[in-house]
């Protein structure tokens, strides 16, 4: 399989998968709405309200105590992750590169990762790539972009959630930021806080142009949503992740395992 020859895939972001691609624009968001201002009486209690670990009224203050408090959030409950990267090459060379990816996680041994990367060079020459593993607390199990199906035996040990520690690590590379506001919203009927951010870095060398942030965090420091965006002087890069279903996610067995593969 040929790859895109560009170096443009420079980032962290490339090293974890995705999932059937899909356009984000199209995907089904709960509505995010400024809170209303309090009123007299109520000002009291919005004032006792704590905001989430690392996060003032005004800004975000410390992203690693915000990472962290995601992270244990995440850990030890059951969620849909879904991730989103595109880069676009500007100029003479002109390619792009996209990868979605969605992880449903019902234990640290019972997950499954769905992965597609579609690469457009050039000459505007398209390959697509996919990957896919399913682990059932038991077995653990990957399709390869050719069809094939490789099975390991034996008990999955995992100590920890996994993908639980990939989210926190995208928010300490990207979310700090030299300038950030933050707003309070409800979301769903529920009280949450909405953080835009600039002037953050890359893992690249390259002269920044542009760099925002936003992120969307519950009370308990729960990133429910993040996104990066940046522009430099050769590309425009965006990622950004948001979680579904959390505490009432379940993983079935794969359709593609149930046509290669027995049960037992």
Known sequence: ?????????????????????????????????????????????????????????????????????????????????????????????SSSVRRAETVTVESPTRYRDELVRITTDSNATVERYEQSTYADGTNWYERRDNGTVERQRGEVQ?????????????????????????????????????????GGEIPATEQLREFRVELLVEPAGLVRRFSVWYRTEDRIVEYSFWYEDIGETTVQRPTWLNESTPAN
């Open 1 to 93: 399989m040929r790859w895109l020859s560009t170096a443009a895939v420079t980032v962290l972001l490339l090293t974890a998968g995705c999932n059937a691609f899909a356009d984000t624009d199209n995907t089904d968001r709960p509505t995010v709405t400024p809170a209303p201002v309090p009123t007299a009486a109520e000002s009291d209690t919005v004032t006792r309200l704590d905001p989430p670990p690392g996060v003032t009224t005004d800004r975000l203050e410390n992203i690693a105590l915000l990472a962290a408090a995601h992270r244990q959030a995440v850990n030890g409950t059951t969620y849909t992750l879904n991730e989103r990267y595109s880069e676009f090459r500007i100029g003479n060379d």
């Open 158 to 198: 995992f100590s920890r959630d996994k993908y639980a520690y990939r989210t926190a690590f995208y928010l300490n590379r990207y979310a700090v930021v030299n300038q950030s506001a933050t707003t309070v919203v409800t979301r769903d009927g529920s009280r949450a806080y909405r953080i835009r951010g600039s």
